[in-house]
Structures are given as C-alpha cells and as structure tokens.
C-alpha cells in the first residue's frame, strides 16, 4: 500500500481534494491541514512540525501552491518516495515579478486587514481569479482566515529562499495560472489551459496521471 499525504494551498482546506481518487486497492490518502504558526516560527521550523503528522514510510508528498513550498521544506526532514509539487514553485528565481518586487520593498508587511475579511479578496490572492456567484465555494475551500497566519504564509511564500530547484520533485503546472505563471516555470508538467486551482477544476487529469507518475521510476 503506498501512502499519499496531500497538502492543500494557502488558506485552503483539504476539501480541495475532494475529487482526487487514486486506486483503493493501492493507495491510502492523507489529507493534511494548516496549523497555525508559532509566534517567530520560520518556515524550516514549520515544517519541521508538519511531518509529526505523517504516520508512514516511504510516503508521497503532494503540495498545491503554497502547500507546495511546505512540502519542499518537509522533505528536507523526512525521506519520500514522491515529492509532487502543483500549482508551486521550485525555487525563488520562479517567482513571478511582483512577488520578487514585493520581497525587495518589503510591501507583505502592508498586507490589508480586508483581505482577512473579504472571502472574495482572499479568493482572488489565494487562488488567483475570481468567479462570480461563487463565494459559497470559497467559503467552502478557504477556511484558514487567521490574520496572523494570512501574514505569516504571504511573507514566508514571497521571501521563501530556496535556490536549488529539491532534486527529483515532479512538477505538474498549468498553462493558465494566474499566480505562478508558466513562462517563468522549468521542468515542468504542463496542463493546458489548467489554471491554478486545476487541483479542483481538472480533477479528472489528476486522477488519470497521478498513479502512472507515481509508479514510474
């Protein structure tokens, strides 16, 4: 049985893996959740505590987005099998401009109560678009809101520092993120038109590749 612990993006909850199905008869998911930070707590630290959560050996990690630079962090402290990263980064030279901007000026610091406060807000930060008449399903899939963990992750995902991409990670990335966009992602796995929530719109791709990605050595 290979066990695959799955690690939502920011302020998302594990409800976005919903429609992710991998074979019974071979896999056991394993829906982890965002804590809430430490006061001084880094990221290396964080992570560092999310693998008391992982109950297994010889694991799959998969990340979305900002769940995917913490899992880059948790494989530095626990061995996998598969360290596959969604919707993310390899290092900080992938960040999009204003993300780099926003690190260099420091702007994270400024980060508005209103997007604490406003489920639409939020959605758009978190997942890159808005779509009207949808703030239910926002409601549903963003449920870490904490202030202090909202500038928490922001400043840890734009000053994240990493340099050397982790060795062997499967990135899979969709052509039309809005947040990361492609042009500024190597080696990747592109799905076309998959936008940065693909994870919960193009759930059927994931449950087509992931076993195949998984089992190839």
């Not at 008391?52 to 626990?78: N, P, W």
């Not at 994270?108 to 009207?132: H, M, N, Q, R, W």
């Not at 991409?165 to 052509?175: L, R, Y």
Request: charged share 25%.
């Amino acid at each position: 049985m290979i066990h695959v612990y799955l690690m939502p993006g920011m302020a998302a909850n594990p409800s976005i893996f919903e429609n992710i199905s991998l074979p019974s008869a071979s896999y056991t998911t394993h829906l982890l959740e965002w804590q809430l930070p430490e006061p001084g707590e880094s990221l290396s630290q964080y992570a560092l505590r999310m693998t008391q959560f992982i109950k297994h050996d010889d694991i799959v990690l998969l990340g979305v987005s900002f769940g995917g630079v913490l899992v880059q962090e948790m494989a530095k402290h626990i061995k996998v099998r598969k360290l596959i990263l969604v919707s993310t980064v390899k290092s900080k030279y992938e960040l999009p401009r204003r993300m780099k901007l926003s690190r260099k000026l420091k702007l994270y610091k400024a980060l508005p109560a209103s997007l604490i406060e406003d489920v639409d807000k939020l959605a758009k930060y978190a997942f890159g678009e808005t779509i009207k008449n949808r703030v239910d399903l926002y409601q549903k899939y963003l449920s870490m809101n904490d202030r202090r963990y909202m500038k928490w992750a922001v400043k840890e995902m734009v000053c994240w520092d990493q340099e050397t991409p982790t060795e062997n990670a499967i990135h899979i990335h969709g052509t039309a993120d809005k947040v990361f966009p492609v042009k500024y992602i190597d080696n990747c796995i592109k799905v076309q038109e998959g936008t940065h929530i693909m994870v919960i719109t193009r759930a059927k791709w994931f449950n087509e590749h992931l076993p195949k990605l998984i089992e190839n050595e």
